[in-house]
Structures are given as C-alpha cells and as structure tokens.
C-alpha cells in the first residue's frame, strides 16, 4: 500500500512536512538523509487509511502527518475512485497536553530521544526522573526567582496537576497559579515542587501499574487476543488493498480466477 502511495507524492511535498523537518535537524540528517525516514509519512498514511478512521487521536507534532494523509486520501479518490475516508485529527485543545516537553528541557517528550517517562516504571523510576527533571537554570538557590515558562516540571503540572491534589499533597497552596507565584518571586525550591509532581503523577500512574500486573498474570490470552485481533485487521487490511488495486486497474487475481 505504501508503494501505491508513494506515486502520489512528490519529494518537494515530504520535504515541507514540518514534523519531519524538525527530526531531520534533530538527528544530523540533513547531509545524509535515509530514504526511509523521509517518505516515513507515506508509510504512516497507509496505517492510517487501511482501516477507514474518521478520527485519529493525535498530538499537535502528528498534525502534519494526518494533513499528509488526508492529502493523499483525495489523490487516490480524485484519480481512481473514492474508496478512502477523509480522517480528521483530534488534538488536545491545552498546547502543553498536545505536545509534552521532554524531561531535559526539548520540545518534545520522545521514546526516540530517551527523555520520556513510561507508563509501565514503577514508583522509584519515575521519581528518578522527575527529580533530574529540566527546570530554570538560572534558579540556583532557593531564594532566587525562578522562571515557569520552558520549565519542563511546571508543564507537567499544567498538564496533569488538578485542585484537589494541592489538598492532598501540597495543602499549603490553593492552586497551581499559586504555587507558580510563589516560585516565580523566589523561596521555592525545585526539590519541593519536583516531589509534588512525583505525587501527581505516581497517583495517575498507580491503576496502570495495577491492570499491568493483572494483565501480566495471564500472557498467554494476551498473545490470543493480539492475535485473534491481528487475524481481523488483515482481512479488513486484504479487502482494502484489494479495492485499491481495482481502482487502479492492477487487480491481477481478479483476471486470473475469470
């Protein structure tokens, strides 16, 4: 399927894709760029497409991939026939939530880039983390004003910190624009604000680590399930490729079984 799609796009098209752009100066591509990481995007549109979504749940960085996608949903439906659906993004309305800076302070959190926290850590790894977590610089004793835009500990509190965590773990404060006045005027350390965060997110985290475990009792149905599954998408997936070829005239078993 990616090898149709890739007679639908022009190099020019993939090198303007914003997302990949950004990764090919993150990853010193640019004198030697692999041709796989570039036409990425048209592979993407095939998983996307395959399986006729209406909506696809996204980050912000992903918009330019589910563009490119629709953009060549209405290649294949204008030149052959309209076989594709024309999928829409669902990105989070809050900007923090729709891209999470990454640990150390980059644009994004990324698996790729080592800077992320996973769902599955336990409570100590995530507490590592968050601890070595990027913060300002430039707030080095306690008593120094410290700076909330670009502090990758604040952005995850906006994104993930509600009300009643304050009465829980920080009852000293009523709100978060609170603790972020505090911080910002100085005499408050990152430690404090570091083990707040670790709070907030150990209690979000703690129900995945439980169904984990759950799940983990009983790997064999896992292993069903994914594959019982499996068998699913690839009829949906062999009927799909199938009318595809239709449209484009190259459905060679079609006239061999005539």
């Known amino acids: 399927m990616t090898g149709y799609f890739m007679n639908l796009v022009?190099?020019?098209?993939?090198?303007?894709?914003?997302?990949?752009?950004?990764?090919?100066?993150?990853?010193?591509?640019?004198?030697?760029?692999?041709?796989?990481?570039?036409?990425?995007?048209?592979?993407?549109?095939?998983?996307?497409?395959?399986?006729?979504?209406?909506?696809?749940?996204?980050?912000?960085?992903?918009?330019?991939?589910?563009?490119?996608?629709?953009?060549?949903?209405?290649?294949?439906?204008?030149?052959?026939?309209?076989?594709?659906?024309?999928?829409?993004?669902?990105?989070?309305?809050?900007?923090?939530?729709?891209?999470?800076?990454?640990?150390?302070?980059?644009?994004?959190?990324?698996?790729?880039?080592?800077?992320?926290?996973?769902?599955?850590?336990?409570?100590?790894?995530?507490k590592q983390k968050i601890m070595n977590a990027y913060t300002d610089p430039n707030h080095i004793k306690v008593s120094d004003p410290g700076k909330v835009e670009g502090n990758t500990v604040f952005a995850y509190l906006d994104a993930f910190c509600k009300p009643e965590h304050f009465e829980k773990y920080l009852p000293e404060y009523k709100s978060l624009e609170e603790l972020k006045a505090h911080y910002r005027r100085g005499g408050l350390g990152d430690v404090k604000v570091k083990l707040f965060l670790n709070n907030v997110l150990n209690e979000i985290l703690s129900p995945v680590r439980t169904k984990r475990k759950e799940l983990e009792s009983d790997i064999d149905s896992i292993y069903e399930m994914l594959f019982e599954n499996g068998k699913k998408m690839r009829k949906i997936a062999d009927k799909k490729i199938l009318e595809m070829r239709d449209a484009i005239g190259i459905n060679y078993k079609k006239f061999l079984n005539k």
């Open 10 to 126: 022009t190099l020019s098209r993939l090198k303007r894709n914003p997302t990949i752009k950004e990764e090919i100066k993150q990853r010193g591509y640019e004198t030697s760029l692999p041709v796989g990481f570039l036409t990425y995007p048209i592979s993407q549109a095939a998983d996307i497409l395959l399986f006729s979504p209406t909506i696809i749940p996204a980050g912000d960085d992903q918009a330019p991939m589910i563009e490119q996608a629709r953009e060549i949903a209405h290649s294949f439906n204008t030149q052959y026939a309209p076989i594709f659906k024309m999928p829409k993004g669902m990105i989070p309305e809050s900007k923090v939530v729709a891209r999470l800076p990454g640990l150390d302070g980059k644009l994004k959190m990324s698996k790729s880039l080592g800077n992320c926290i996973y769902l599955y850590e336990d409570e100590a790894a995530v």
